[in-house]
C-alpha cells in the first residue's frame, strides 16, 4: 500500500524555522521525484519545491520561498525534508507531499503549518 505521510508541522512564531518530513513506502520512493506543495485557506494549492529523483538533479522553488526553504530527500531512507526558515506569517498553509513518476503521482494527507505571533 502506497504511504506518503508528512510531519513535522506546528505553530511557530514569525522569524523562526520549522522542518517537515514526508516518509514513503509502498513503492520505489528512489525512483519518483519529490515535491511540496501548500495551501492555505481560501487559496489554490501551490507548487512551493521540488527535487529529482536521486537529489542531486534539478531542484526548483516558488519564488516566495526562494533563500528560506530548502529541499532534501535521503533515499536511504524514503523520506524528503522540507528545512524552512525565517517563516513568514504567509507561509501559513496546509503543507503536502508529492511523489511523481510520469503519470504516477502519490499525495500525503497534508500537515499544517502556521505562523503567528
Known amino acids: 500500500q502506497v504511504q506518503l505521510v508528512e510531519s513535522g508541522g506546528g505553530l511557530v512564531q514569525p522569524g523562526e524555522a520549522l522542518t517537515l518530513s514526508c516518509a514513503a513506502s509502498g513503492f520505489t520512493f528512489n525512483t519518483y521525484a519529490i515535491q511540496w506543495h501548500r495551501q492555505a485557506p481560501g487559496k489554490e494549492r501551490e507548487l512551493v519545491a521540488g527535487i529529482s529523483s536521486n537529489g542531486n538533479g534539478n531542484i526548483l522553488y516558488a519564488d516566495s520561498v526562494k533563500g528560506r526553504f530548502t529541499i532534501s530527500r535521503d533515499n536511504s531512507k524514503n523520506t524528503a525534508f522540507l528545512q524552512m526558515s525565517s517563516l513568514k506569517p504567509e507561509d501559513t498553509a496546509v503543507y503536502y507531499c508529492?511523489?511523481?513518476?510520469?503519470?504516477?503521482?502519490?499525495w500525503g494527507q497534508g500537515t499544517q503549518v502556521t505562523v503567528s505571533a
Open positions: 508529492r511523489a511523481i513518476l510520469g503519470r504516477s503521482a502519490y
